[in-house]
């Protein structure tokens, strides 16, 4: 399997066969993939990449755990219906209703990194930064009351969050498959009873399809819609300690090509539904294939420069980081907000800092999951 794809060069087919998966890594492909839905379905999509054993299945089902399929995994009849209603949560119109609120909080929060960082502290900007401000958006966005206010429920999504994205789609030992359980299973019963008492876009999913629906749907959201920005934020904010001119350039390019170059989500699935081909390479009914998507960032053609991270060259925007067609990412507008002002409020404090620690990633198919990033003051 394709583990830390990160520290992979850019392959030079467009599509091959590696570790029994059809991996496409060009953008014009990787886009065909994503958008047909007669030849490649989404199913798998949140199936483990390393499959689950007996012990840590049970506890997931003492839990009562279920993905059905509600919206990154759904080609059914239900998808439109469904993804229409969370649509209406993720509006362009109420997520750009944020923008001041989540100015005040980013500026806020940068307030406090830096007086930390003057007092002589070296400050894990992954944890004062990157981890607080999306989950905020999110729950304020989508009406969560209950992780508004209350510092140990943001916590247990954060622990709850990553040991998701690690059993599902990281490379755990079976010991360490019934540790990821005994976290995800209680924290999904929880979820449930979020889902019971939920308002909004969530209630009428639970009525309309169903508990089970509705939890899935809270369960992605929450791995999704701010997890990947997390881990987005803090591979961006490397990057700019590391090279401060980029933040000559305006900050809505600078997230551009930050996420053309750096997006969480490395990789995506899709399974065949039928005997097809891809330029030219085999592709049976059943096949796996794996959507390389920063690789289709970098593909000849699709910037100017497409190695080079040059924020507003020509071409910065046509990256697949959200995905495409029928399954392109809800909260891609939202996390493009929280993005850009960030690095409009932290812009000024960048190049005064220099990296303690660097981000690490553990092996995953499909996220960066970026460990601490230290900084503190030049000296």
């Not at 499959?51 to 049970?58: D, Q, T, V």
């Not at 119109?93 to 001041?100: D, T």
């Not at 053309?260 to 399974?271: D, E, G, K």
């Not at 959200?322 to 812009?347: D, K, P, T």
Request: neutral net charge; contains cysteine.
């Amino acid at each position: 399997m394709l583990f830390e794809l990160w520290k992979h060069p850019r392959p030079e087919a467009p599509v091959f066969r590696r570790d029994g998966q059809v991996v496409v890594a060009s953008h014009r492909l990787a886009r065909e993939v994503l958008a047909d839905r007669e030849r490649f379905s989404a199913a798998n999509a949140l199936d483990a990449v390393v499959p689950i054993p007996a012990g840590p299945l049970r506890e997931l089902a003492a839990h009562r755990f279920r993905l059905p399929a509600t919206l990154a995994n759904n080609d059914t009849a239900t998808h439109g219906p469904i993804r229409e209603r969370f649509g209406e949560v993720f509006a362009p119109a109420r997520v750009e209703a944020l923008r001041p609120w989540l100015t005040g909080l980013a500026r806020r929060t940068a307030a406090g990194v830096a007086f930390r960082l003057r007092a002589g502290e070296a400050v894990d900007l992954d944890a004062a930064v990157s981890s607080e401000i999306p989950l905020a958006a999110l729950a304020r966005l989508m009406e969560l009351d209950v992780l508004m206010d209350d510092t140990a429920a943001t916590a247990e999504v954060k622990r709850f969050s990553r040991a998701a994205l690690e059993l599902f789609w990281g490379d755990p030992t079976p010991e360490r498959q019934r540790e990821l359980a005994g976290t995800t299973g209680p924290f999904h019963a929880l979820l449930r009873g979020w889902a019971a008492e939920s308002t909004g876009a969530t209630r009428a999913l639970f009525e309309a399809y169903g508990e089970d629906a509705a939890t899935a749907a809270l369960f992605f959201l929450l791995v999704a819609g701010q997890e990947t920005t997390s881990q987005f934020l803090t591979l961006l904010l490397h990057r700019l300690v590391v090279e401060p001119g980029l933040l000559g350039s305006a900050p809505t390019a600078i997230v551009e090509e930050g996420l053309r170059l750096l997006p969480p989500i490395t990789s995506w699935r899709r399974v065949a539904l039928r005997d097809t081909e891809l330029d030219g390479v085999p592709v049976g009914a059943g096949d796996s294939v794996l959507v390389w998507l920063a690789a289709a960032g970098a593909d000849e053609g699709v910037a100017e420069c497409p190695a080079g991270m040059i924020p507003g060259q020509r071409g910065s925007r046509r990256h697949l980081a959200f995905g495409a067609g029928a399954h392109r990412c809800l909260g891609s507008q939202l996390s493009r907000l929280e993005a850009e002002v960030v690095v409009a409020e932290l812009a000024p404090l960048l190049p005064r800092c220099e990296v303690v620690a660097a981000p690490v990633s553990d092996p995953n198919l499909s996220f960066r999951m970026p460990s601490p990033l230290v900084v503190r003051l030049r000296r």
